[in-house]
């Protein structure tokens, strides 16, 4: 308790006690001066807590396979209703993941690149799925390319539905996915940024290492480019 506090909580005492008040006015010598209190050190104010970064959007994360330390890494940016794309991955694509990705010799990464409004709705539903379903999916549309995509009156998104159903997303979760602006815009801005950063026009486009090669291309072609013999 400091000095002014016990100075306050004694004066109902002295006023209670004249004898006393008189004893010390004729007592000539001076009252004694109570030391001068102390203010305390201001205290800083506490630094507010920076908001926790939001977390990243899984959905727009990063789709690849292969080793995160490998030699190389090599990115593909497709558009799912590009015919020479659909040709790599049924052609050129199982040699290079049994040879080279499944060897560690290379990390293949994939990159969206819709050159339509329909290559852009197969994009974001294949968006939709977990990660680990992305591939097979992928692979799925390009085989039945002809059924969902340039089928003469096919209802595509209906198409695309039953393909993804599948990969265990019902047609629900397809609408969702196709009404959600931030998927979409997602995708949008990675084709943005990959003309922005590998000057990519058409698809495929492939990036080998920094070495940007457009067009499909054989699996002897796609080696070379790797850096591994056939």
């Given amino acids: 308790m400091s000095t002014r506090r016990i100075l306050i909580a ?13 004893a010390q006015t004729s007592d000539p010598a001076p009252a004694a001066t109570p030391p001068a209190e102390t203010p305390p050190a201001p205290q800083a104010a506490p630094e507010p ?11 727009l994360t990063e789709r690849s396979v292969g080793r995160t330390d490998a030699p190389l890494t090599v990115i593909e940016y497709f558009s799912l209703t590009c015919g020479h794309c659909a040709a790599f991955h049924a052609g050129t694509w199982p040699q290079v993941k049994q040879r080279l990705v499944d060897t560690g010799r290379i990390r293949m990464v994939w990159r969206d690149f819709p050159l339509d409004q329909l290559a852009l709705a197969a994009a974001v539903v294949a968006r939709a799925l977990p990660p680990e379903r992305y591939e097979g999916f992928v692979s799925a549309l390009f085989a039945s ?3 969902w995509a340039f089928a003469r009156g096919a209802d595509n998104v209906a198409e695309i539905a039953k393909i993804a159903a599948f990969a265990g997303l019902n047609r629900a979760g397809v609408d969702a996915a196709l009404a959600d602006p931030i998927l979409q815009r997602g995708i949008l801005e990675a084709r943005l940024a990959a003309q922005r950063d590998h000057n990519v026009n058409s698809t495929p486009t492939f990036v080998f290492g920094t070495r940007v090669v457009p067009g499909g291309m ?6 070379e480019l790797a850096g591994v013999r056939a």
């Fill in 10 to 22: 004694a004066a109902p005492a002295l006023l209670a006690a004249p004898g006393l008040l008189r």
């Fill in 49 to 59: 807590t920076p908001p926790a970064a939001p977390a990243p959007d899984t959905r």
């Fill in 145 to 147: 390319q002809d059924r």
């Fill in 218 to 223: 054989s699996y002897e072609r796609f080696a």
